[in-house]
């Protein structure tokens, strides 16, 4: 896999940061041959327009398709800019067993065993293209049009593995959106098994074109493609035994590779409850445990995070952010930082990111593999 984040330049107007974040963007996919799976923007609403503009003449200009989906979602830059910056995941084919297609729903990654099913800007709509009226109505009939995405792929939503879901007045609603996304998975089957198995998820304030809530979703299927839901950490408990149908994290493995993408993470215990209240600097040190705690048992740390977003009640929760991780002295994570209400008021931080366990080295003629921490057999 491939993994890119760019961050819009603060000094420059808002075309001129765009044209350039993408210019440069398409000219790394071009070069490396990367097929994009997802690509997601963050900027205000108004904005939309000129970024995905400049987006089009820059991948245009790169040879690259202009009609690659994406998503764009109203993270309100922090550092006072209209547009913070673009994440995307993709792969790069090495033999001719993958392929990565685009369909009406979105983008396809097929290898020889394994499909993968990026869809994006799920939104609320009627048949008749007009968004349906009321906040659960609207919900309600996203995840109908995300269950038709599906179906028509052949996938459905027990092959749902990650979830990207946006609420415009989350803080007013995340109550009752839980409500509704519970019934739905009951219907589906998702979340019956003896583990209360879902997908892992974000949940965060957000808006494309102000509707009252939109998705992105990640499913996979065949036989090479395992994907392996993380219900807990040492840190943190389920989060369905406080009402939130998701899974903390979800390891996948492709190919060989396993990648884990960890759900929107904050400063919550064991028992769900907020720790550190009124207290940045710790709510930030307890949302970074709580990612480590995920990524630890399966031998990797924040080091191997290769994609992150971190969402920042204010603006000022940023540069507290960056404090701690000096104090810290860990490497900077590569993040697009937005400013977004998270699920609950006294919660300062979210963190979501995906994370790659490397492959083992490969032993030369006549040497053997050096065991983990050293060891010998």
């Known amino acids: 896999m491939a993994f890119l984040t760019c961050l819009a330049r603060t000094n ?6 765009a044209d350039e974040l993408f210019s440069a963007l398409a000219a790394v996919v071009a070069e490396r041959g990367i097929q994009p799976v997802q690509e997601k923007l963050y900027g205000l609403t108004g904005a939309r327009e000129e970024v995905l503009s400049s987006r089009k003449n820059a991948y245009a200009a790169a040879g690259l398709a202009t009609d690659l989906p994406c998503s764009y979602h109203q993270g309100i830059p922090i550092d006072r800019l209209d547009f913070a910056g673009a994440q995307l995941w993709g792969v790069i084919p090495r033999d001719d067993g993958i392929t990565v297609t685009t369909t009406r729903e979105g983008r396809c990654w097929t290898g020889r065993d394994y499909r993968v099913l990026l869809v994006s800007g799920l939104r609320g709509v009627l048949a008749d293209g007009r968004l349906a009226e009321g906040l659960t109505p609207q919900a309600e009939h ?3 049009n995300a ?3 599906l179906e028509a792929q052949g996938f459905s939503f027990k092959n749902v593995t990650r979830t990207w879901i946006y609420l415009k007045r989350i803080l007013d609603w995340y109550g009752e959106f839980n409500r509704v996304r519970t019934a739905f998975f009951e219907t589906r089957g998702v979340g019956l098994d003896a583990e209360r198995s879902f997908p892992s998820s974000t949940g965060i304030q957000g808006t494309t074109a102000g509707e009252e809530c939109c998705m992105d979703l990640l499913a996979v299927d065949g036989a090479g493609a395992v994907a392996t839901p993380i219900h807990a950490s040492s840190r943190q408990g389920r989060s369905f035994d406080y009402g939130s149908a998701f899974s903390r994290a979800m390891s996948l493995r492709i190919g060989g590779l396993d990648t884990v993408f960890v759900s929107g ?4 215990d064991t028992q769900g409850a907020t720790v550190h209240l009124d207290d940045p600097e710790a709510q930030i040190l307890e949302t970074l445990l709580c990612v480590s705690a995920l ?9 191997d995070v290769h994609l992150a977003t971190v969402f920042c009640k204010t603006p000022e929760i940023l540069q507290t952010y960056r404090q701690v991780v000096r104090l810290l002295g860990m ?5 697009v930082p937005v400013v977004a209400d998270i699920c609950r008021p006294e919660l300062l931080v979210e963190i979501e990111a995906i994370a790659v366990v490397p492959p083992p080295p490969i032993a030369r003629p006549n040497e053997r593999a050096v065991p983990p921490e050293g060891r010998t057999q």
Do not use: F
């Open 12 to 17: 420059l107007p808002l075309g001129e940061a």
């Open 142 to 144: 996203m995840l109908l």
């Open 147 to 149: 269950d038709s995405a």
């Open 265 to 268: 993470t904050a400063s919550i």
């Open 295 to 303: 990524l630890e048992p399966r031998g990797i740390g924040l080091k």
């Open 331 to 335: 490497p900077p994570l590569p993040i």
